[in-house]
Nanobody, 125 residues
Framework: QLQLVESGGGLVQPGGSARLSCATSGFALDRHAIGWFRQAPGKEREGISCIGAVDGATFYSDSVKGRFTTSRDNANNTVYLQMNSLRLEDTGVYFC??????????????????WGQGTQVTVSS
């Protein structure tokens, strides 16, 4: 069964850190770039990061660049999003998604075939 399952969300204080995991199954992870998206209440879904399938090239939106890092462990079928220096505006539901391309092509949701159910990250004091 094809699945992406995010975990690691929760309540974090401003300036704190959290690490999200995206566990995948049912498809060849090393043939898909993986994107991270988030959706804040009342806002559109925003693409924030992407990592290439094999070369591991990473890309970040301006809103998270320098604070978030994505990595992948193809052998264990898991992708990670390390989030540091969290801000109030980072609050939202975070999703991982598998692009049908090997290399990152951007954040058009239509290019991403498979999606996780999301995990809530709340940044609050």
């Amino acid at each position: 069964q094809l699945q992406l399952v995010e975990s690691g969300g929760g309540l974090v204080q401003p300036g704190g850190s959290a690490r999200l995991s995206c566990a995948t199954s049912g498809f060849a992870l090393d043939r898909h770039a993986i994107g991270w998206f988030r959706q804040a209440p009342g806002k559109e879904r925003e693409g924030i990061s992407c990592i290439g399938a094999v070369d591991g090239a990473t890309f970040y939106s301006d809103s998270v660049k320098g604070r978030f890092t994505t990595s992948r462990d193809n052998a264990n079928n898991t992708v990670y999003l390390q989030m540091n220096s969290l801000r109030l505006e980072d609050t939202g539901v975070y999703f991982c998604a598998a692009d049908h391309h090997i290399h990152c092509q951007g954040y058009d949701p239509a290019e991403y075939l498979y999606w996780g159910q999301g995990t809530q990250v709340t940044v609050s004091s």
